[in-house]
């Protein structure tokens, strides 16, 4: 199946919900380029999204999200993955709103702290308890990512190709997004 992609499809959701895995299997799908906004900033700054906080902060490393995912929202139509904070300011919603659709992947808490809970990469978690952290960031964060266009929860069971599928599935019924192209 060939498919053109009129809007950037930008993943959002919690950390660990698997974004730039699902990501990357989405945009081989659909035949387009792969884009992540964390490792755009991290590219640009050459220095780690932890580096980033510890030095100038989480509001700094926001701004330049937000940059970041304008820039890429103005491009060639793509899969973009967020960072896990993307999403919850109003601006970036809006920016997507206008020039993409969003689309979230919905985990369940014990499915991301399984995913999350040996990596030292994620800067908000590096707390006392993290778990809790995970847990109270996930009660904050889900009213917003309710908030997508579309929505589309992860199974356990689900491979990352399964996901990447749903994902495709669920946009077929958007023809502002995504529609059949004769090969």
């Given at each position: 199946?060939?498919?053109?992609?009129?809007?950037?499809?930008?993943?959002?959701?919690?950390?660990?919900?698997?974004?730039?895995?699902?990501?990357?299997?989405l945009a081989h799908l659909l035949g387009v380029p792969f884009l992540?906004?964390?490792?755009?900033?991290?590219?640009?700054?050459?220095?780690?999204?932890?580096?980033?906080?510890?030095?100038?902060?989480?509001?700094?490393?926001?701004?330049?999200?937000?940059?970041?995912?304008?820039?890429?929202?103005?491009?060639?139509?793509?899969?973009?993955?967020?960072?896990?904070?993307?999403?919850?300011?109003?601006?970036?919603?809006?920016?997507?709103?206008?020039?993409?659709?969003?689309?979230?992947?919905?985990?369940?808490?014990?499915?991301?702290?399984?995913?999350?809970?040996?990596?030292?990469?994620?800067?908000?978690?590096?707390?006392?308890?993290?778990?809790?952290?995970?847990?109270?960031?996930?009660?904050?964060?889900?009213?917003?990512?309710?908030?997508?266009d579309v929505s589309v929860k992860a199974n356990p069971m689900y491979?990352?190709?399964?996901?990447?599928?749903?994902?495709?599935?669920?946009?077929?019924?958007?023809?502002?997004?995504?529609e059949k192209a004769n090969a």
């Amino acid at each position: 199946m060939v498919w053109k992609l009129h809007k950037t499809v930008v993943l959002v959701g919690m950390m660990g919900a698997g974004k730039t895995a699902v990501g990357k299997a989405l945009a081989h799908l659909l035949g387009v380029p792969f884009l992540d906004s964390d490792a755009e900033i991290v590219s640009a700054a050459n220095m780690s999204i932890a580096e980033i906080f510890e030095r100038d902060g989480e509001p700094f490393f926001r701004a330049r999200e937000s940059e970041v995912i304008s820039r890429l929202l103005d491009g060639t139509p793509c899969v973009l993955s967020t960072g896990g904070g993307a999403f919850l300011a109003e601006r970036n919603r809006s920016l997507i709103s206008a020039r993409g659709v969003s689309v979230c992947l919905e985990a369940e808490l014990p499915l991301l702290w399984s995913r999350v809970r040996s990596k030292d990469t994620r800067p908000l978690l590096q707390t006392a308890d993290p778990k809790a952290t995970l847990s109270a960031l996930f009660d904050a964060r889900a009213p917003i990512y309710n908030l997508a266009d579309v929505s589309v929860k992860a199974n356990p069971m689900y491979s990352i190709e399964d996901m990447a599928q749903r994902v495709l599935t669920s946009l077929q019924s958007r023809m502002d997004v995504l529609e059949k192209a004769n090969a």
